[in-house]
């Protein structure tokens, strides 16, 4: 069989015929899913789905629309949890795991400033591998380059360039969407918004005004994330030996953290995430102290811009970093500031874990990932959520197919409940961290203040430390290099 998958760059979206793998599917007409957004989540449900229909022998054809271009360097990576790799095996990627990977990457530094060493060095055991895989550091422009190449060729397709603008019931539970310009780019029986925190559609399934609920909120804290092509060349070669091979931050003055993230997939690509954290009385004030315009209907938004295509924006958040960050902060650190070439400005939002979902059963939709549930990075969570959300979608879509039975609504209701269990518990670890981070706030000198001073918490102090005191006694007995 003659199979080459379409992956196609326009604004518009013609339907073209398909070939089914087996005679039984010629028979039915087949299950039509659209999804919106080729993030994390939209790509895995899409190679998920296609993946699995094709081995059960399913009738499900699944389109992914991408408002953006197929080469999108995101600047970032993050760490895929053993659970989300099965999402990798069942996408029939995971033998690509460590081409997209970095090496050594899951060891994070905390300094204090001011102090010479870290306070606490966070790694796995080297003696728990064997029972506990590691989970190094994941790129995440090489993972959806991953997805795009292993997708199945013959029902699936996908379309950059090509934004979902509106969404629109048109009976016998079916959906019809439609692009800017108000043309339709088709029916299908299901739409699964996988867009990202500026969802235009997480409104259709959530009361976003109901009484005692605040549907999404700012954190309090405004992340500046740069990017630094390659540290080891033009960055201090202290601040390269602090950074190593994973990531490392540094807690200032007044609750400002720097940090340092390898996200190269392999150990010759040295590009390297700047994040530095303040907090802000608002998600607009930085905006409005920089003099950038941010519009009248931007509303709280999760990325207020990028400075891909505007030097003066860059050059205007370097400066106001410089200035924030005082002497204080020391030669070492504005340098690397001055080597960023690309940053972006975003105001830390999370959505409720407990939204208002609608009740209405004439529209096929159900959001994933952060058009469902955002969660800030300092969770370490968003990427890992999409993941579980794509397999538990894929698994409802299957079921349904399976059933035989013409209407999905009640198991997508059902479904989204169950997506929002592991919230809770992600946000309120986001709030420990918020917590830490306040403890100085007010603190101007950290030259002398000790990480048990601020962490305060007892018992989360004595697990630091105990972890500390194995990773030093696997460091003397020579099972891993010091820093590593």
């Known amino acids: 069989?003659?199979?080459?998958?379409?992956?196609?760059?326009?604004?518009?979206?013609?339907?073209?015929?398909?070939?089914?793998?087996?005679?039984?599917?010629?028979?039915?007409?087949?299950?039509?899913?659209?999804?919106?957004?080729?993030?994390?989540?939209?790509?895995?449900?899409?190679?998920?789905?296609?993946?699995?229909?094709?081995?059960?022998?399913?009738?499900?054809?699944?389109?992914?629309?991408?408002?953006?271009?197929?080469?999108?360097?995101?600047?970032?990576?993050?760490?895929?949890?053993?659970?989300?790799?099965?999402?990798?095996?069942?996408?029939?990627?995971?033998?690509?795991?460590?081409?997209?990977?970095?090496?050594?990457?899951n060891v994070m530094k905390f300094y204090i400033l001011g102090h010479k060493e870290p306070s606490f060095v966070m790694s796995q055991l080297k003696t728990l591998e064997r029972f506990f895989p590691p989970t190094p550091e994941t790129n995440r422009e090489k993972l959806q380059q991953a997805f795009i190449e292993e997708l199945p060729e013959h029902n699936s397709n996908i379309n950059f360039g090509a934004k979902v603008h509106e969404i629109k019931p048109v009976g016998d539970n079916k959906t019809e969407i439609f692009d800017e310009s108000g043309e339709s780019l088709g029916v299908f029986d299901l739409v699964v918004d996988a867009s990202g925190t500026e969802s235009k559609f997480r409104k259709l399934r959530v009361d976003q005004d109901a009484e005692d609920i605040v549907d999404k909120e700012y954190t309090g804290i405004t992340m500046v994330h740069g990017v630094v092509p390659d540290p080891d060349l033009t960055c201090d070669e202290e601040l390269v030996k602090m950074l190593g091979q994973g990531t490392v931050t540094t807690f200032g003055p007044r609750a400002r953290m720097f940090t340092l993230q390898r996200y190269g997939a392999s150990l010759d690509d040295h590009r390297t995430s700047l994040f530095y954290s303040v907090y802000r009385e608002s998600p607009t004030s930085l905006m409005e102290d920089l003099g950038i315009s941010q519009g009248s209907d931007m509303g709280p938004r999760s990325t207020y811009f990028s400075s891909n295509h505007d030097p003066d924006k860059l050059q205007a958040l370097k400066r106001w970093m410089h200035e924030d960050m005082g002497d204080k902060w020391g030669p070492k650190f504005h340098h690397?500031?001055?080597?960023?070439?690309?940053?972006?400005?975003?105001?830390?939002?999370?959505?409720?874990?407990?939204?208002?979902?609608?009740?209405?059963?004439?529209?096929?939709?159900?959001?994933?990932?952060?058009?469902?549930?955002?969660?800030?990075?300092?969770?370490?969570?968003?990427?890992?959520?999409?993941?579980?959300?794509?397999?538990?979608?894929?698994?409802?879509?299957?079921?349904?197919?399976?059933?035989?039975?013409?209407?999905?609504i009640p198991s997508l209701r059902a479904v989204e409940k169950d997506l929002m269990k592991d919230v809770k518990d992600v946000l309120a670890s986001g709030e420990h961290t918020k917590k830490f981070l306040s403890a100085f706030k007010d603190i101007e000198d950290l030259s002398s203040v000790s990480l048990k001073e601020l962490v305060k918490n007892p018992f989360v102090y004595s697990g630091m430390r105990l972890f500390q005191m194995l990773y030093n006694l696997e460091v003397k007995l020579g099972i891993r290099a010091k820093g590593t």
């Open 1 to 105: 069989m003659n199979m080459s998958i379409r992956i196609v760059h326009a604004t518009r979206w013609f339907p073209q015929a398909r070939s089914f793998s087996s005679a039984s599917q010629l028979c039915h007409s087949p299950f039509r899913v659209a999804i919106a957004g080729a993030g994390i989540g939209g790509l895995a449900l899409c190679n998920v789905l296609a993946r699995e229909a094709t081995s059960k022998n399913y009738a499900v054809d699944v389109t992914l629309f991408e408002r953006r271009s197929k080469n999108h360097d995101q600047g970032t990576g993050f760490d895929i949890g053993s659970k989300e790799q099965e999402i990798l095996k069942r996408a029939g990627i995971f033998h690509r795991y460590w081409e997209i990977s970095r090496e050594s990457s």
């Open 336 to 408: 690397t500031v001055d080597q960023v070439n690309q940053v972006w400005l975003r105001p830390l939002m999370q959505h409720t874990p407990t939204p208002a979902f609608l009740e209405n059963d004439t529209l096929p939709l159900i959001c994933i990932g952060d058009a469902l549930h955002t969660v800030p990075p300092y969770t370490g969570a968003g990427g890992n959520l999409a993941l579980v959300d794509a397999g538990k979608v894929a698994d409802c879509i299957l079921s349904h197919v399976s059933s035989g039975e013409s209407n999905i």
